[in-house]
């Protein structure tokens, strides 16, 4: 089942600025930073509400961020969707004919078991699906 938007992914070029622009002149608290090294991204959460904003720099030019900011510039680079139970989900959408980037969730950061849906069958928006405890 979908329970709410987790956090929108915003991919940005300089996390420590970024991280200013958000705390500074948005006025939002960070929750935390950390390394991803599976998805070569640094990342920091803000909390809105029930959601977050992530903020991701690329740790390599070859990750996928790295190739995003390469190609698009930095901006909203996934949309994340929690999800009660993610084997499930991914099994279900496989049947409907969805182009799955991860037919297994991968580590996410905060621990959250993560899988990416190809942006080429969801109308051009990267969706992640993400399963986590809290
Ligand atoms: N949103 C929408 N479209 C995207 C996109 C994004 N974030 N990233 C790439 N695309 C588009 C490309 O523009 C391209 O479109 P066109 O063919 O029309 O030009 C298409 O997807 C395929 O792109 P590509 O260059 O052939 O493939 P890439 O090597 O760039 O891979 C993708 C694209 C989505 C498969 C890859 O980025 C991926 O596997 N992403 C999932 C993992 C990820 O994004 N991790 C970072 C976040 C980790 C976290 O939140 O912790």
Redesign the pocket.
């Known amino acids: 089942m979908f329970e709410k938007i987790d956090?929108v992914?915003i991919?940005v070029s300089d996390l420590e600025a970024a991280m200013k622009l958000y705390r500074d002149q948005v006025g939002l608290e960070c929750s935390g930073t950390e390394i991803?090294e599976e998805?070569?991204?640094k990342?920091a959460f803000f909390p809105v509400g029930q959601s977050k904003v992530?903020l991701?720099e690329s740790t390599d030019p070859d990750?996928?961020?790295g190739?995003?900011i390469e190609?698009?510039g930095e901006g909203?680079?996934?949309l994340?969707f929690r999800v009660s139970n993610i084997d499930e989900k991914i099994k279900q959408l496989k049947e409907q004919g969805v182009a799955l980037?991860?037919e297994k969730p991968r580590y996410?950061?905060g621990g959250a078991r993560?899988a990416?849906l190809?942006?080429?069958s969801t109308g051009?928006?990267?969706i992640?699906l993400c399963e986590r405890d809290q």
Do not use: M, N
Request: proline share 6%; hydrophobic share 40%; net charge positive.
């Open positions: 956090h992914g991919a991803v998805q070569k991204v990342v992530e991701l990750g996928p961020v190739k995003f190609k698009k909203i680079h996934h994340s980037i991860d996410g950061a993560i990416f190809h942006p080429k051009g928006v990267l992640e």
